[in-house]
């Protein structure tokens, strides 16, 4: 039990990636708050130590009321996740402005948001920690992904950004990077024959990840165990060739 008394956010925490990010803290001890726009029907329940609250991490004042109720209600938080993200392909000739911005206002600056509300809070912890979630695709170009790549790549040099800023109040602040992974998101790839059997080429390992796999790195850098270990980009991709 690493986490144990330690207080979690998880935003995006109810579907997908951040569902199993949220669920392995849990396992870890720690108590989790995850947090999403839906939860029309309940979010499936996944224990005791998990709790769903609405939140909008493209709106500031409902991220301020996130970490605002966390900390009244279970202490902290001292971990944050900043896993929301949304993707809208489409080639740039023809993407729609507001595809563009729902991409850039979730990916990128909802993750501002998310960091900026949770610092007080993380200060007051010691031994803060922020993880953030970029994607294989921000530091790699794919055609018709250019609002989801540009929002992936500026997350990384933002994490980047926030580590050395934040060091001096005891936060460490890292992200993942994750490849191809039979959850969430990735499932829509996968479920696209044609692209899936060319990517598929390019994966070391031969087969797309687990949400489990990409949890268990989180959890690492959840945990004291990566207290030496701070603005990095933790590729959870299997070595992909590209
Ligand atoms: N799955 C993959 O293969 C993969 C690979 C690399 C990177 N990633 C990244 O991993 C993260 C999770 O992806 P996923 O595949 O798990 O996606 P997903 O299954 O679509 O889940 C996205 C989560 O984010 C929430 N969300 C979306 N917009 C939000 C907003 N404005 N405010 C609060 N919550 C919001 C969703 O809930 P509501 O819609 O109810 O708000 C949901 O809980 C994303 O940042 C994604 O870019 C995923």
């Not at 199993?20 to 979010?43: H, K, N, T």
């Not at 993380?122 to 953030?132: E, F, P």
Request: aromatic share 4%.
């Amino acid at each position: 039990m690493k986490l144990q008394g330690r207080t979690a956010v998880v935003t995006g925490g109810t579907r997908g990636l951040g569902r199993a990010v949220a669920q392995a803290l849990a396992d870890e001890g720690a108590i989790v708050v995850a947090a999403a726009r839906d939860m029309s029907p309940d979010p499936p329940d996944q224990g005791g130590r998990i709790v769903h609250v609405k939140a909008d991490v493209t709106v500031p004042q409902s991220v301020a009321s996130l970490m605002r109720t966390t900390h009244e209600r279970y202490g902290g938080p001292h971990i944050v996740v900043a896993n929301a993200g949304v993707s809208r392909p489409g080639p740039v000739s023809v993407l729609a402005a507001e595809d563009w911005d729902a991409v850039i206002g979730t990916n990128l600056t909802g993750v501002f948001h998310t960091v900026r509300e949770a610092v007080p809070y993380l200060g007051q912890a010691g031994a803060g920690r922020v993880i953030t979630v970029s994607s294989l695709l921000g530091r790699r170009a794919m055609p018709g992904a250019a609002a989801y790549c540009a929002s992936k790549a500026a997350v990384e040099r933002f994490t980047e950004v926030c580590a050395l800023e934040l060091a001096p109040r005891g936060i460490t602040v890292n992200c993942l990077a994750p490849g191809f992974i039979q959850e969430g998101q990735g499932r829509a790839l996968m479920a696209n024959e044609t692209l899936w059997s060319r990517l598929q080429g390019t994966m070391a390992t031969g087969r797309p990840g687990t949400g489990d796999e990409v949890a268990r790195a989180a959890v690492f850098l959840a945990s004291t165990e990566s207290s030496y270990v701070n603005g990095a980009v933790l590729p959870v991709d299997g070595g992909v060739r590209w």
